[in-house]
């Protein structure tokens, strides 16, 4: 109907408005509802009544023209109570509607917003979100998210958000940071994003909102500790002082969390911790992920290598950013382990026994490459591993050719090496894994002589287990298969192997060792994947979680990822051919950083 239509002169162009008419109305329309000149509506909140004119409220927001054109209830009541608002904003509604114009402050801006989005009240909502674009603080912010997420003011949500995550310091000094909810805490902390100097401050904030209200909040500490604090990058100092306060030691779920996170960070390595404490608190925020570092050896001389070191990039066409080179006199069959130092590199094959000895240590940023203290006995083809803050090398052949059962301990701090208990029987090639849940190094597999690789008379099933509290090694169950080439990897409580059985046996198989149980278990076997003249020409190696079966000199290969469910040898025709050169060897080392060291995981590298 006509009347239902706007007229030609409401739609006119607002630039031809006359300002000044416009202010003198609203005054008007003001004074009328101060004198209560024809008034019809009175509206209250609290003990404050307030004569309105229902075409005014009506012409401001299609909230109040439903309510009095629509067949309800206050369309014919003379008062309209407002229970969800208070006295002061109903007033400072109110005074909007009649005048364009409201203070707005950080003490009245979440309930004027609140009373907008239900007045539907638009003008009202954009200058509440105005202001809080314009007002935002550390102290304001999580006030400022809530209400962004609550009444879908995108742009405010976000600004508050990045606020909270870059200065956790000042946010948690604020009131409504204690009065968070579970969830929200959660929401907030657990965030990749979230950028601190140190862990530990992520673990002070989390007790101090649990001692806000120690009574309930202390009984769901456990699942806010797994769900905000990454316990691994922790220092040990604060993981030790926090395990002694009086509501985690009465909770002894909770303690053991702390204490498993005390014993992943500094006794471990990364990311072997999986299952002793939940995935997130060992998996590091952005603002300390480090590259994965890439390590290519390459042959120079019969005891001469190029040692090129790499950050892994994780977009763009180049896969890699070279960091530095260093050339040095050791020989094949020597070992690179992660530690808090840098990258320990030992022993290796040659005529020199001295050289066999030897021990650099090699810089993350890869600008530096030192000698450190010598190796008692000169060694090649041995086993080493990052275990409890040392590197424990193991076994080997020695400058003869024969093996070894000696054991060597390089304590980080001291840089210095120190004998442990040998081995039960002499080995080379050995896999060592180091498994923080109990606090043991497991060796596996190996050779009991260096001659005639493929005489499956020389391979050893054997497992022993080394318990650096009581300098002892104990025999575990054997593996059911000798491998002649092999790598591993360690997840929770598991020890995946891949590798290829002796001839005349044409196959590729997966074992998993299950260290709690002591029992090992077949995953896969792949039968007719290899021929006979084909085992002189593999080359075995762990890449992250993926273990490798690489066909030298070609693009071919088999690989395991010990992280899927659906667990399968899968064979690439098309992998990468620098990892496969007969030349060089890549090793990939994937990093994180910790408080005061870095952590890695420890892989067998040839």
């Not at 408005?17 to 109305?25: N, P, Q």
């Not at 450190?372 to 590197?391: I, M, T």
């Amino acid at each position: 109907m006509a009347h239902d239509r706007p007229s030609a002169a409401l739609c006119a162009d607002v630039s031809n408005m006359d300002v000044s008419y416009v202010k003198t109305m609203m005054n008007e329309l003001k004074t009328l509802r101060a004198e209560k000149e024809f008034t019809d509506v009175t509206l209250s909140a609290g003990d404050l009544d307030i004569p309105c004119h229902k075409a005014v409220l009506s012409a401001a927001t299609p909230y109040f023209k439903a309510m009095f054109t629509q067949k309800m209830k206050e369309s014919t009541a003379p008062v309209v109570e407002l229970k969800s608002m208070d006295a002061a904003t109903l007033q400072s509604v109110v005074d909007y509607i009649y005048s364009g114009s409201i203070e707005l402050r950080e003490d009245n801006v979440e309930e004027l917003l609140q009373a907008g989005d239900m007045l539907l009240l638009v003008s009202l909502t954009r200058k509440c979100e105005a202001f809080m674009k314009e007002n935002l603080r550390p102290q304001n912010c999580i006030i400022f998210y809530l209400c962004g997420n609550l009444y879908n003011l995108q742009e405010v949500r976000d600004l508050a958000l990045d606020m909270m995550l870059e200065d956790l310091g000042r946010v948690m000094e604020c009131q409504e940071f204690l009065e968070m909810s579970k969830k929200e805490l959660e929401n907030y902390l657990s965030s990749d994003c979230l950028v601190v100097n140190s862990e530990d401050c992520v673990l002070d904030a989390v007790i101090k909102w649990i001692c806000h209200d120690i009574e309930d909040r202390s009984k769901q500490s456990k699942t806010v500790f797994e769900k905000c604090v990454r316990l691994a990058f922790c220092s040990t100092g604060k993981l030790v002082q926090s395990a002694q306060l009086d509501f985690i030691v009465s909770n002894t779920e909770c303690s053991k969390l702390l204490l498993a996170g005390l014993d992943v960070g500094v006794n471990s390595s990364f990311p072997s911790a999986s299952g002793l404490i939940p995935d997130l608190c060992f998996h590091p925020r952005k603002c300390y992920t480090k590259p994965d570092i890439i390590l290519q050896c390459s042959n120079l001389a019969q005891d001469k290598r190029s040692i090129s070191v790499y950050h892994s990039l994780k977009g763009g066409n180049a896969y890699r950013e070279f960091l530095g080179e260093h050339k040095l006199n050791i020989g094949p069959s020597c070992q690179w382990t992660l530690c808090s130092k840098g990258i320990l590199i030992t022993g290796g094959w040659s005529t020199k026994y001295r050289q066999m000895q030897q021990v650099h240590l090699l810089s993350y940023d890869g600008q530096s490459c030192t000698e450190v203290e010598h190796l008692n006995e000169g060694r090649h083809s041995h086993s080493s591993v990052l275990h409890k803050s040392c590197v424990y090398v193991i076994g080997g052949l020695d400058v003869n050719d024969e093996p070894l059962d000696s054991v060597e301990r390089y304590d980080c701090n001291a840089m210095k090496w120190f004998e442990v208990r040998a081995l039960p029987e002499k080995l080379c090639d050995t896999l060592p894994f180091s498994h923080p849940a109990s606090g043991q190094l497991f060796v596996a597999g190996g050779r009991y002589h260096s001659t005639d690789l493929f005489d499956i008379s020389y391979a050893s099933v054997q497992v022993y287990a080394y318990d650096s509290s009581w300098n002892t090694w104990k025999e575990k169950t054997s593996m059911p298969v000798p491998f002649c080439h092999m790598t591993g990897y360690l997840h929770g409580d598991k020890i995946y192997l891949l590798g290829t059985l002796y001839p005349p046996d044409e196959a590729v198989v997966v074992l998993c060792y299950d260290i709690s149980k002591d029992a090992w278990t077949e995953i896969v076997r792949k039968t007719d994947a290899i021929t006979e003249d084909m085992f002189g020409l593999f080359r075995a190696q762990t890449w992250g979680s993926v273990l490798h079966l690489i066909m030298k000199d070609t693009d071919l290969e088999w690989q395991f990822d010990c992280m899927l469910q659906d667990k399968g040898i899968v064979e690439v025709q098309d992998a990468c051919s620098e990892c496969a050169a007969s030349n060089s060897r890549w090793h990939l080392f994937e990093c994180v950083q910790f408080t005061n060291m870095w952590n890695f995981s420890s892989s067998k590298n040839d």
